[in-house]
């Protein structure tokens, strides 16, 4: 196998250059990191099944590595540098020119990092509320987090195609053997309607990758040379392939109306499942929206951007307007999500830096704040046994520190200013009022009424779990967090506050990559940018490339 | 004389091992005669050393009617691999059901050797006897367990529906002896037919009736009729060995006939790979929702194998050397997986045709993991789900369709797909997520099954990460 560390791509050509070895220690960070849960799914089969301490800690114990990794890969990226950086190019089925691509950008070195972060959490989340077949429970989520960082990380459509596949069976069985009544019938809705989107977008990779064919002779699924070629392709034909780009991660945000499947989904699944949906999955489509939708299709994207807009501003409404009326929690908070990635969308379509980095932070914050919330609900769950709110009243009084974490989680949320929801939520905002493709201030105001909508919705959750009377008296039966709770609660509490006060320490990381992303597309609708000095780095030579590394 | 020996090796060899492993069964005294089932898997065996042998070889046979290459070796090794592990996993199932006797062994080698001759065939007449060959061994076969009503019956199906198929094939076959002036080799009908704008309607006639017995013989709409219920009634044993090394020897020869039929470019060329592709759009959604509506297994895989020979279809409406080699890899990744499958239903099976609805598989994931394990994987590969062997397959397909202008065939692909997962992710949900409610449950003895089982796991699971090594060979052939 031949591995060529690193390979740049002007329009209908590509130049394969090897650079010096400073390189290759940093690109293995991002392939630790990606391996490092495979390994560690596979590594928990050989432990027994009775040993369930070792299961649980051992699983943790991988998702910490994979952090750690993911840690060492973000002090290894260049934050200056708009390229992609750790590229590894691995062949792997010459006959379509499909490799074993990876390779990160500002943003999605981002994804990965955050999504490493979450998995923790995620997994001493199901410590207390997974009983049985733990064995296959953890490695099954350690499989979820390797199919997730993969999404983020290939450069390859067939390779990134695999990977956005392998996703649907840990999340099929999760919630088929663990979730609740109805579990079956949530099971299979969603992996039929997420099937359904990835494999029309299947036929548009391929077309893509055809219509590659056509102009340089050759099939190929290379995403940095499809991204070159891509926006050459005539409107009338792109637009189909948009199209089927944009089917496909609509699905998996979920965009209104497209979403029908998550509030079954995360009513039925463990609450495990549901943390995983709505802290993680959901940023795939996001991502999605950035890297095949922008990147790939500018024309198609100025010509329907309002469309989205519009989507995302009816999502923000029509998920708000549930939200309000619910009286389960967990559906509460599945249509609350239904109606911030409203807000994202609209930020990804504003493209504008503000937006498309707001939607990105965004994607972590609802992560933290979901990740708070449900881990909160769960505690709740756990004693009562209910998730109807009606069943709640009166908390505060016996579970201050619950409360108190809880309305953390709750403002963050809300956007309170101070904590790390505002930042997301007035970039995002910014960008849509300041975007000159969209040029009209409709979709900021629309977008602007989530901040009401929040308000309501989640004060009225808080509200009536924590004030008031509790039904029946059964308040006395409640005991305040756990010290394994608090751990679990304490760290994202932090990053909330964190991120709230000082968001630089991760929004430098997409700054570059955002901008040289919106300096294409201004060139390619307006003839100018204000990006030049980015995008003048964007054209450097390879060698410049392997230098910049050396001085970092 | 020695090259015409030479070339046909694998099938004359196959021959010989099935003639004398009958004499054997004859003769043998018949305390001994359990000997004839590790004499034929041996035989087989030596058979695919040979095949593998004449790895890279091209030549001719008997005048030319006979043709060695890439191509047929590669089918050689298929069908010898596919006989190898329908016999290592048929012994425990025919002890199981109290039935176990040499001709099946043998009728298995006349099979594999008839259906090397189809891939071998560059003659119309051979192929033909190929197909003959095959078909009765099936026929014997699906009738095998000639005490239980339901093989019985499986068995006279087959051969009525069979034998009239074949009336077309052959009808069609005179036809195009007809119109071109007695040219039967492929070579020759293609010289023959590829030039003028218009077929003559002689030919026409000719390919028409070919294609509808070949079609007949992958099982593909609306020519499936026959599959359902045989696939059902004959020994499960029997259907993996019909649904994979079968289905693979049909295709086998109708790429090679569709070849020298459809030239490339002509006015009723075109409208002929039109239809075909309207046969595959229509096998793909009717067997997937079709299957939908199934409670047993057999029966579900039965139309699941019609929806699959939909998708192998794209790689001959597609008439690439794309389209060809993707549909070769297809066969290979389909014969591990749909063997797989049907090894896990036999070894499941109580008494003869018993313990093989969706009721019996409830709760299968706590009685034994490990067959629930291997059948979720088998069903997620024949959904096409990455990294398993058949989304390879399809991916290469659909490239092949949408590269030859039918992408919109490749979205049917894509929306059958989508339906298939209802009912592959139905016994999922069977295994893992029911718990068993009414009836007995019986443990299930896998025995030498396991092997096959083994075996296909691997194949599954290796040609799914690592396909280039098979595209590699497949990539050469055309």
């Known amino acids: ?552 | 004389m020695l090259y015409d020996v030479f070339y046909s090796l694998p099938i004359a060899l196959c021959s010989f091992f099935g003639i004398t492993a009958m004499l054997i069964g004859a003769f043998v005294p018949k305390k001994r005669s359990n000997i004839v089932m590790p004499y034929a898997t041996s035989g087989l065996a030596i058979v695919l050393t040979f095949a593998a042998l004449l790895w890279g070889r091209n030549g001719t046979a008997f005048n030319g009617m006979i043709t060695t290459g890439m191509y047929a070796s590669f089918f050689d090794i298929l069908f010898a691999s596919s006989g190898i592990l329908v016999m290592i996993a048929a012994r425990p199932y025919l002890q199981k059901m109290a039935w176990e006797f040499d001709e099946f062994y043998v009728l298995v080698l006349f099979a594999v050797s008839g259906m090397m001759l189809m891939a071998h065939a560059n003659h119309l007449l051979i192929a033909f006897i190929g197909i003959e060959i095959m078909s009765i061994s099936f026929y014997v076969l699906s009738a095998y367990m000639r005490n239980e009503q339901l093989s019985v019956e499986s068995g006279l199906k087959y051969f009525l529906l069979g034998a009239f198929s074949t009336g077309f094939l052959l009808y069609g076959m005179a036809l195009i002896y007809g119109a071109t002036g007695g040219k039967m080799e492929y070579s020759a009908i293609r010289a023959s037919v590829s030039y003028g704008s218009q077929m003559p309607t002689l030919l026409l006639a000719g390919t028409g009736l070919i294609l509808i017995g070949l079609s007949f013989k992958v099982s593909a709409f609306p020519f499936h009729g026959w599959s359902p219920d045989v696939y059902q009634g004959a020994p499960t044993v029997v259907t993996a060995f019909m649904s994979t090394g079968g289905k693979a020897a049909a295709f086998a020869a109708f790429i090679q006939i569709a070849g020298a039929l459809i030239p490339n470019g002509g006015p009723d060329s075109v409208k002929i790979v039109h239809l075909l592709a309207c046969i595959s759009a229509a096998s793909m959604l009717y067997g997937n929702i079709a299957a939908c509506a199934q409670q047993n297994v057999k029966r579900l895989l039965a139309y699941s194998s019609i929806a699959q020979a939909g998708y192998m279809m794209m790689g001959i409406v597609a008439g690439s050397s794309r389209g060809t080699s993707g549909l070769m890899f297809y066969l290979a990744a389909y014969l591990c997986t749909q063997m797989g499958a049907f090894i896990v239903a036999a070894a499941l099976e109580h008494k003869y045709g018993k313990q093989l609805e969706f009721s019996d598989y409830a709760g299968l994931a706590k009685r034994h993991p490990l067959l629930a394990g291997v059948m979720s994987l088998f069903m997620f590969s024949l959904l096409g789900l990455p990294p398993f062997a058949v989304f390879f397959g399809k991916y290469y397909l659909f490239t092949a369709a949408i590269e030859a202008g039918y992408t919109w065939l490749a979205l049917v692909g894509a929306l059958a797909s989508v339906i298939s997962a209802y009912f592959y992710l139905g016994l999922i949900v069977a295994m893992y997520f029911r718990n068993h409610e009414s009836g007995e449950t019986y443990p299930a003895q896998p025995g030498m099954s396991g092997v096959t089982i083994g075996i296909a796991v691997a194949g599954v699971i290796l040609l799914g990460l690592l396909p280039s090594v098979v595209m590699r060979w497949t990539g050469i052939v055309m």
């Open chain 1, 1 to 552: 196998m031949v591995a060529e560390r690193i390979w740049r791509c002007k329009a209908h050509s590509v130049t394969v250059s090897t650079v010096s070895h400073n390189y290759i220690p940093i690109a293995i960070m991002l392939l630790a990191t990606l391996f490092a849960p495979l390994v560690g799914a596979l590594a928990l089969l050989l432990v027994s099944r009775d040993a369930k301490k070792a299961l649980k800690y051992s699983s943790l114990l991988m998702s910490l590595v994979a952090f750690v990794f993911a840690l060492a890969m973000l002090l290894g990226f260049d934050h200056t540098n708009p390229n992609m950086q750790m590229l590894t190019n691995v062949s792997w089925i010459p006959a379509l020119d499909a490799g074993f691509r990876v390779g990160v950008d500002g943003m999605s070195v981002l994804f990965i990092f955050l999504t490493t972060l979450t998995m923790p959490m995620v997994i001493l989340a199901g410590f207390d509320s997974i009983k049985e077949q733990e064995k296959e429970f953890y490695a099954l989520i350690l499989l979820l987090e390797f199919g997730v960082i993969g999404i983020f990380a290939a450069l390859d459509t067939f390779l990134f195609y695999v990977f956005f596949e392998l996703i649907l069976i840990p999340m099929y069985f999760l919630i088929g053997v663990w979730g609740g009544e109805r579990r079956t019938f949530a099971a299979i809705k969603f992996f039929i309607y997420t099937m359904f989107g990835s494999l029309v977008m299947l036929v548009g990779l391929i077309w893509l990758g055809y219509y590659v064919q056509q102009t340089t002779g050759h099939f190929t699924t290379n995403l940095l040379l499809l991204r070159e070629i891509a926006p050459t392709i005539p409107l009338s034909t792109q637009k189909w392939m948009f199209a089927a780009f944009m089917l496909a991660f609509c699905i998996k945000i979920p965009l209104f109306p497209l979403h029908t499947w998550l509030p079954d989904v995360q009513s039925e699944s463990p609450l495990v499942g549901t943390v995983v949906v709505g802290a993680v999955l959901f940023k795939i489509g996001i991502y999605g929206l950035i890297r095949f939708g922008l990147e790939m299709f500018p024309q198609s994207s100025f010509e329907y951007a309002k469309i989205m807009c519009a989507l995302g501003a009816a999502a923000v409404i029509y998920g708000a307007m549930l939200a309000i009326v619910q009286t389960d929690m967990r559906r509460l908070a599945s249509y609350a999500l239904v109606s911030s990635l409203g807000t994202m969308v609209m930020g990804v379509f504003s493209m504008t830096p503000e937006g498309i980095q707001g939607a990105i932070l965004q994607t972590f914050n609802h992560g933290l704040s979901v990740t708070g919330l449900f881990l909160c609900l769960g505690v709740l769950t756990q004693q009562r046994g209910t998730t109807n709110l009606a069943d709640y009243g009166g908390i505060a009084k016996v579970m201050p520190m619950f409360a108190v974490l809880f309305a953390i989680s709750l403002f963050s949320l809300v956007g309170l200013p101070g904590l790390n929801g505002f930042i997301g939520e007035y970039l995002l905002l910014l960008g849509t009022f300041r975007s000159p493709f969209l040029n009209n201030w409709t979709f900021g105001i629309l977008g602007a009424t989530t901040g009401v909508f929040v308000a309501i919705y989640m004060l009225k959750l808080y509200n009536n779990i924590c004030f008031g009377k509790f039904p029946n008296d059964g308040s006395a039966s409640m005991s305040d967090l756990t010290t394994k709770e608090l751990v679990t609660l304490i760290p994202a509490t932090i990053l909330m506050i964190w991120i709230g006060i000082y968001p630089s320490t991760f929004m430098r990381f997409s700054d570059e990559s955002t901008k040289a992303l919106v300096g294409k597309l201004e060139l390619v609708k307006f003839g100018t940018t204000k990006y030049t000095e980015t995008l003048k780095k964007l054209h450097a030579a390879p060698a410049t490339e392997g230098a910049a590394h050396k001085e970092h």
